[in-house]
């Protein structure tokens, strides 16, 4: 259906998409198709916080455990183990609503198209947390999230490959009638010298496959329609998590290992008097 520029067609869950693997339905979960928002560039995202309103946490679906994270050349890791599967845990810490355009690989997790802030995402309502389980098919199903080898990617199979390997979140506020103060502008996550630092130890690691986000079984997530307005063009939070296999996270340093200990050095006296032999 064809709708004017300034109309903004939305999308709402009654409930978080839920597997049949130890996912619990969450409340609070609403999809946004901002369609006037759609030929905003994704360059306005430079400088913007990485913490805000909106938590992360990368859910295993098999045990329904968070995934450990780690702080490497300022950004966070996570291990991916190929084909497992795990879904996006966001929980909403305001008092108010929240639009999240959610990126896996660089793909819009919603629309299929490659991502940028302005497209379409999920609301949340204040205090709220959903489980986002998969590349959204319609409004009642996803396809699942799960850790792949490269060829199998959602991304590499249609054709984007070179972003796999990495979580992303813009997320924007409500537009209110008043006025709002200005979110103050950081430094990105990853720093120019991190960015080199990570390039450093990229070179000097071993050669590992890629690993990526697959698009698997059909998972049920109903969703409707709902209104959100940006109060802003530019996201007040930008969050991004790389994965990669546990191999290749030992080899860039991300995880780090146990110094090992120095073997026992001989000593001339050891006792003070002769045992006997066994």
């Known amino acids: 259906m064809v709708r004017p520029a300034s109309f903004f067609a939305n999308l709402v869950a009654s409930s978080c998409a839920t597997s049949r693997a130890n996912l619990r339905p969450r409340t609070g979960i609403r999809l946004a198709l901002l369609l006037a ?14 913490n805000g309103p909106v938590s992360l946490a990368v859910i295993e679906t098999a045990s ?19 084909q497992a599967r795990y879904a996006l ?11 999240v355009v959610v990126s896996v690989d660089g793909v819009n ?21 959903a489980e986002i389980t998969g590349w959204r098919k319609s409004l009642q199903e996803t396809a699942a999230f799960y850790f792949s080898e490269l ?27 008043e006025p709002q103060p200005a979110v103050a502008p950081r430094a990105a996550e990853a720093t120019s010298g991190a960015m080199r630092e990570e390039a450093a ?35 007040v939070q930008l969050t991004q998590w790389r994965y990669e296999r546990r191999a290749r996270l030992l080899a860039l340093g991300v995880i ?16 003070s008097f002769v045992p006997d032999p066994s």
């Open 37 to 50: 928002c759609a030929s905003l560039a994704s360059s306005a995202c430079a400088g913007l916080p990485a």
């Open 64 to 82: 329904g455990q968070a995934l450990p994270s780690w702080q490497r050349f300022g950004q966070t890791w996570i291990e991916g183990r190929p």
């Open 89 to 99: 845990r966001l929980r909403n810490d305001s008092d108010a609503r929240v639009l």
């Open 109 to 129: 997790v919603v629309t299929g198209e490659t991502a940028a802030p302005a497209q379409s995402g999920y609301v949340l309502a204040p205090r709220a947390s």
């Open 151 to 177: 060829p199998e990617s959602y991304a590499a199979r249609t054709g984007r490959p070179d972003n796999v390997g990495v979580i992303g979140l813009a997320v924007f506020t409500e537009a209110v009638r």
């Open 201 to 235: 130890a990229d070179r000097a690691a071993p050669a590992q496959k890629r690993l990526g986000t697959g698009h698997g079984e059909r998972l049920d997530s109903p969703t409707t329609y709902t209104e959100f307005e940006r109060a802003s063009s530019n996201p």
């Open 256 to 271: 780090p290992q146990p110094r090992p200990r120095p073997p026992m050095a001989p000593q001339a006296f050891p006792g």
